[in-house]
């Protein structure tokens, strides 16, 4: 099966605040160019996840309506630079938005001030809060997105949280660079494991690609931190227009808890989808979020017309 929108795309490298790059992909728009710059997006993965999961898909769709995408990887993860590998840092990867941010603009056929986001599952989150502070976006999707990190940590159990809490502090106290004190992304209900619900391991494996190594363990110092993340109370904050896709049946993200954030947005459009955390990324499901997304960004970020006397 070839890879979706892949003869449209190149491998990217994107400066950091650091010495380390990280990797992305880019699909220039075959309809803007220097002369007559148009909109664009930047999209990135959720809690462990890197460009391979399905973002092409969702990158290639929006390329063919005329969008330039930029698609990143996180410092520490995918092919990006970075070490501990698989680190997810809240913070870190903030400035990692911002970085991808500002290299978008500066692409020769992107207009700086028609620049929109696209997160999902953790990065719907972090694009609530780049919103928030960064008041020249002009669109932003927010995919099944993380709101709150103690409503997430209770939806592994309490059993399993008080674990990874303590793994969390033996990783923040012990680990290293090289040698981290790991936790898995997924497992069974029950185990010591940051996605355990029932559905989790029936639909997240259809999200890698055969023969991808993804890494299945990541370091445990984010669950000390996890339950304090609330970016869903950055949504009142939010000028521009921003879309919340929510996955009525979520057991990772819970759903009532985006809803009552979502409600506070000034400009905010919901989409409610019954449907599951990982069911969203491919299939019908996946058809309906695009045809409610595509009209969104056509009403918010145009193509059609952008740029045109």
């Given at each position: 099966?070839?890879?979706?929108?892949?003869?449209?795309?190149?491998?990217?490298?994107?400066?950091?605040?650091?010495?380390?790059?990280?990797?992305?992909?880019?699909?220039t728009s075959q309809k803007f160019t220097a002369s007559n710059p148009g909109p664009a997006l930047v999209l990135a993965h959720g809690l462990g996840?890197?460009?391979?999961?399905?973002?092409?898909?969702?990158?290639d769709r929006f390329n063919q309506a005329g969008y330039t995408c930029v698609v990143f990887d996180y410092r520490c993860s995918g092919g990006s630079q970075g070490l501990p590998r698989g680190l997810i840092d809240w913070h870190q990867q903030q400035d990692d938005w911002k970085?991808?941010?500002?290299?978008?603009r500066q692409l020769e056929n992107v207009d700086p001030s028609q620049v929109?986001?696209?997160?999902?599952?953790?990065?719907?989150?972090?694009v609530i809060q780049l919103?928030?502070?960064?008041?020249?976006?002009?669109?932003?999707?927010?995919?099944?997105?993380?709101?709150?990190g103690l409503q997430s940590s209770l939806c592994m159990g309490i059993a399993a949280s008080l674990k990874l809490a303590g793994l969390g502090i033996l990783d923040?106290?012990?680990?290293?660079?090289?040698k981290p004190v790991t936790v898995r992304l997924t497992g069974k209900p029950g185990e010591t494991a940051l996605m355990n619900a029932p559905d989790v391991l029936t639909t997240f494996p259809s999200l890698v690609p055969d023969g991808h190594p993804f890494q299945q363990t990541v370091p445990a110092r984010l669950t000390s931190t996890l339950p304090f993340?609330?970016?869903?109370?950055?949504a009142s904050e939010v000028e521009c227009p921003i879309l919340f896709g929510i996955c009525?049946?979520?057991?990772?993200?819970?759903?009532?808890?985006?809803?009552?954030?979502?409600?506070?947005?000034p400009k905010g459009v919901i989409r409610w989808y019954d449907v599951g955390h990982f069911d969203i990324y491919s299939g019908p499901p996946f058809e309906e979020a695009m045809k409610g997304y595509q009209a969104f960004l056509q009403e918010f970020l145009p193509t059609k017309g952008h740029g045109e006397a």
């Open positions: 099966m070839a890879v979706a929108g892949i003869e449209r795309r190149v491998d990217i490298r994107i400066a950091t605040q650091t010495d380390e790059w990280m990797c992305g992909w880019l699909y996840g890197t460009k391979e999961l399905k973002l092409d898909v969702f990158a970085c991808a941010i500002g290299y978008t929109g986001l696209f997160g999902t599952s953790f990065s719907g989150g972090h919103a928030a502070g960064d008041k020249q976006l002009k669109a932003v999707i927010s995919q099944c997105p993380f709101t709150s923040a106290l012990f680990g290293s660079a090289e993340l609330r970016p869903g109370s950055y009525g049946t979520d057991s990772v993200a819970p759903a009532q808890t985006t809803l009552e954030y979502a409600k506070k947005a």
